[in-house]
């Protein structure tokens, strides 16, 4: 489940209260007070089995006696009781509860047997649950305050989705005086039903949500949140804190890879892969919620800083430079333009320093310049009181110059100290004005913003498996072998072939039983080459460790004798290590290249996960990492490289150039692919991989191998179907038939172009004339998993049509759409893109499709009663018809993971 009956939750017309108590600071009555003031234009009714009266109401003995049925109840019962409570508010068709009660939280039996027992009682009505053991459920824009928080806040554009009572009770009580106000605020407590994924597909797409803050501590269904979070991330701002930060259980293991991969490093990946601006605290989070409260920001190039004190200004730039934001540059123009204004001994560069004496004046017009300099983007405006300025009247003077420009530009304020500056932060926080107490506050909220966009941008880059494709069949035979031999790695021939398969260069290698066949493999690379030695055994993860690598070995005697003396050093430090060989590879001499990590893990919730970062035997004491979720392409591989330090040595410096980025890069999506394609690949290590002018070349390698089961996560995001792509005939004309990628844009866009614009506004509902990019992106970046969207292309790869088919959050039903290019109408395409969206729909196991179709759309009707559809006239639209066909059960092991 997701979003159904949330209309219960967040708009009912009719709330009761189980558990209500005249007893003054119980929770019962707290919550029946925040019922009653919250502004709830609806029913409410009280259960209480002595019913007695709750603040002049009256109590009902039971929910068996409520004389209507209630669309959300609240529960603040014990906890012995709360199945049986749902049970029968299920049965009066009650569609949603907020369970208040604790006593579930514990992992003994008894808590667990509780837990299960309200999911027991709900499931068969479908009731939602929030909860148990939560604050409670705001949506102040309908009046509702379902919880025990001290206040009911203002209505606003912000929505707070929490894991903890005690963070959304801090983000409560701080908002009002900040100027803030609350369209939801929803407490998950223990999570049973609803949760953050959920919330996240209601809110990304609720009118009344601007921005949308979270505190999450850790999730279950990842793919869920994932899809749901990037289509809210697309929407609106999606402003994050994680709390449980820890690396508990990321010891080294089978490789560097997994040491480096700890749990929040994956939250955090997977939270920038979604388009989520991550915050370090609380504070951060708040003041965040100042600069998005309105919705995106639009986008800025630097900040420009105006100030009444020099000092101050040189810790908001000092600010800037740790936070990675920019410093703006003013032109000449504006320069002189605020000469014209400024005291003699003032600044006109950036930051402006107007001087101590600055008075409201000089404030307003300072601001007002720059605001009409079109090379300014933004403006902090710093004020430090003194004896012969007035505060109060600088602010009002910034809110002037402000309402002046009519807000075309985002100005923030920094108003520092405390009783002297209280009035004039007031009047900005009261005109809107995003209003810090320090200098550097405003430039991190600013940094946030501009972190913000640069994540939202990111959102566009999708892989869409275009690429040449590997050797998957092949990889899979090596891979399938290890295991039904019971082996937990592969050895490094297998090892080479699987990379090698995927297009992953590496230095050839050989593997020598014994030292006297090390010095034929040496012999056979060159008589006089230098080659490098390596010990092989199961037991022994990092060889280096154990003296087991040798380098630079000229010779076959020279190799015979370090392949015997690493024997003797084995024999004395691990006498029980398996020995499996020697592997001999040619000396590869790059003295001027880069050792880089990459590899593979394996998260248990978030599924496959690809690392890089700086490599060579120090790389658990450097731990410059970065991760990603896959599948990737070269752009968001490019990204994963920028975030690690050793990016700044790959850029070249003194005599040593810059290296390949784009093989390093192909390195990555290489090993993206492989994680989706071969789930049994556990774990993979690739260190180093030196990187250079020349590309990247993977000297050492492991895989580690195990076969999936009922606990291994599946990708959070699916790679794009390769599968479901097939040849088809229409009309006689061969054409493909498969996925939409993102890379269609532009040939959507022609295909529009090319319909009659009777034809596009049928599909379109709308006088469009032409689809723009930003809605065909959308319309081809889908997540493969709800969504999906079947073109038809000719040999030239010009669509000439797409079926669509978007899922409701249920999983159950899904709602369809079809348009054929106007000139190839009447072929019989419609037909097969239809049926192939009917087919598709039946392998995800859904019950019902439908479609709502404009009555003078002849065409379409007739084509979906002939596959089977019935029809009738839209509610509440005579315009339109109703299409819909039951989908028998469909083979849902066939769905992609």
Known sequence: MTTRNFEALFSPKRIALIGASDRAGSVGEVLAANLLGGGFRGELLFVNPKGRPVHGHAVFPSVAALPETPDLAVIATPAPTVAGVIAELGARGCRAAVVISAGFEGDDPESAARRQAILDAARPHLLRIVGPN?????????????????????????????????????????????????????????????????????????????????????????????????????????????????????????????ALAGADDVYAAAFRRAGVLQVDGLDDLLD?????????????????????????????????????????????????????????????????????????????RSLGALLAAPEVDAVLVINCPTAVADSGEAADAVIAARTAARGRKPVLAAWLGEPSVALGRAHLTAAGVPTYPTAEAAVRAFATWDRAHALHALLLEAPDGADEPPDVAGARKVVERALAEGRAALDPLEVQAVLQAYGIATAAARLARTPAEAGEAAAAIGPDDPVALKIQSPDISHKSDVGGVVLGLRGVPAVEQAAQAMLDRLAAAHPDARLEGFLVQPMISRPKAQEVLAGLVRDPTFGPVVVVGHGGVSVEVVADRALGLPPLNAALARDMIGQTRVSRLLAGYRDRPAADLDALAAVLVALGRLSTDLPEIAELDLNPVLCDAQGALALDARIAVRRPDATTARPAILPYPEHLARDIVADGEPLRLRPIRPSDVSRLIEMVDRCTPEDIHLRFCSGMGHLNEELATRLCQIDYDRHMAFVAETAAGDLLGVGRLVEDPEGETAEFALMVRSDRQHHGLGGILLQAVLDYAAIRGLREVWGDIARENSRMLDLARALGFSTAPSVGDFARVWATKAIPAGQADAVPA
Request: aromatic share 4%; net charge neutral; charged share 20%.
């Open 288 to 364: 965040a919620a100042l600069v998005f409260a309105g919705g995106r920001p639009p986008p800025a190039r630097g900040l420009t800083i105006l100030t009444n004190g020099g000092g101050a200004g040189v810790l908001a730039v000092d600010a800037l430079e740790r936070t990675g934001a920019r410093l703006a540059g003013l032109d000449p123009a504006t320069q002189e333009t605020l000469r014209g204004l400024t005291p003699a001994h003032g600044a006109v560069g950036n930051p402006v320093d107007i001087l101590g004496d600055a008075g409201p004046d000089l404030y307003g």
């Open 134 to 258: 939560c604050l409670g459920l705001l949506s102040p824009v309908h009046g509702i305050n379902a919880s025990f928080a001290r206040t009911t806040p203002p209505a606003g554009g912000l929505a707070l989705v929490a894991q903890s009572g005690a963070v959304a009770a801090a983000a409560l009580d701080w908002a009002p005086p900040h100027g803030l106000g609350f369209s939801h605020v929803v407490t998950l407590g223990d999570s049973l039903d609803v949760d953050v994924g959920d919330l996240l597909d209601f809110l990304g797409r609720d009118p009344e949500t601007r921005a949308i803050l979270l505190y999450v501590e850790s999730l279950r269904d990842a793919r869920k949140f994932m899809s749901a979070a990037r289509y809210a991330a697309r929407a609106k701002p999606v402003i994050l804190l994680k709390g449980g930060r820890s690396r508990a259980g990321a010891k080294a293991a089978f490789s560097h890879t997994r």
